[in-house]
């Protein structure tokens, strides 16, 4: 069973766009949200995170939109650069009283190009 | 700082060998997780440890694996009577308590089953 559906498994944008990444969960006990990258050979690395009592959150080019009623949650990059190609997975965790085991979606290639 | 190592990075194995996976964290991190990434999917949850316990095994696949960790540092997965679906990137990650707190993950060690 897969708790968190991510959309869509590959994405070619042209630099300076905007790519958006999608997520959807079902465990309504999930309170933690965070997007992972990962280039080729190496572990993934957190990239920004957010919790459900705030609807967007910044960092840098990186945003995350949170729709709490939807379940849905969602990654945009803005002015996208090609360094940014790599794979980008959401994940969800909570209420594990301390274990807080990721349950990560399925990941999307994400290629810029110049 | 020093972050998360996993050795080896590679490790050829033929069927029905045991293998051990190890995995150092980040100095005084108490959580300690293990992740199974298959080729072109998600990771998935294995084992928590807190300290040198390990509340949480509801992951491991099989009863052909196991892990430990000692010291509150160093852990061992390992994988008996291996079997070709058990080829895939084992991830070791580690956090600092476990409560929302970032996991930091390592490179990875690809297991490839003959």
């Known amino acids: 069973q897969q708790q968190v559906k991510q959309s869509p498994q590959s994405l070619i944008v042209q630099k300076g766009g905007i790519p958006i990444i999608n997520c959807a969960y079902e465990?309504?006990?999930?309170?933690?949200f965070p997007w992972y990258q990962q280039f080729p050979g190496k572990g993934p690395a957190l990239l920004i995170a957010?919790?459900?009592?705030?609807s967007e959150k910044k960092e840098g080019r990186f945003t995350i939109s949170f729709n709490k009623s939807a379940k849905q949650f969602s990654l945009h990059i803005m002015d996208s650069q090609p360094g940014d190609s790599a794979t980008y997975f959401c994940?969800?965790?909570?209420?594990?009283?301390?274990?807080?085991?990721?349950?990560f979606g399925t990941g999307t290639r994400l290629t810029i190009i110049p | 700082g020093a972050g998360v190592s996993q050795s080896p990075s590679n490790k050829v194995t033929e069927k029905g060998k045991d293998v051990e996976l190890r995995c150092d964290p980040i100095?005084?991190?108490?959580?300690l997780y293990w992740y199974r990434q298959r080729l072109g999917q998600g990771l998935e949850f294995l084992i928590y440890?807190?300290?040198?316990?390990?509340?949480?095994k509801s992951g491991l696949p099989s009863d052909r694996f196991s892990a430990e960790r000692t010291g509150e540092s160093v852990s061992t997965l390992t994988i008996q009577r291996t079997q070709q679906e058990d080829s895939a990137v084992y991830l070791c990650?580690?956090?600092?308590?476990?409560?929302?707190?970032?996991?930091?993950f390592g490179p990875g060690t690809r297991l490839t089953v003959l």
């Open positions: 990650a580690s956090s600092l308590s476990g409560r929302w707190d970032t996991q930091y």
């Open positions: 465990n309504t006990a999930f309170d933690y």
């Open positions: 957010i919790r459900p009592d705030v």
């Open positions: 994940a969800a965790s909570g209420d594990n009283f301390g274990n807080e085991k990721l349950t």
């Open positions: 100095s005084g991190h108490t959580a």
């Open positions: 440890f807190q300290g040198n316990s390990a509340p949480d």
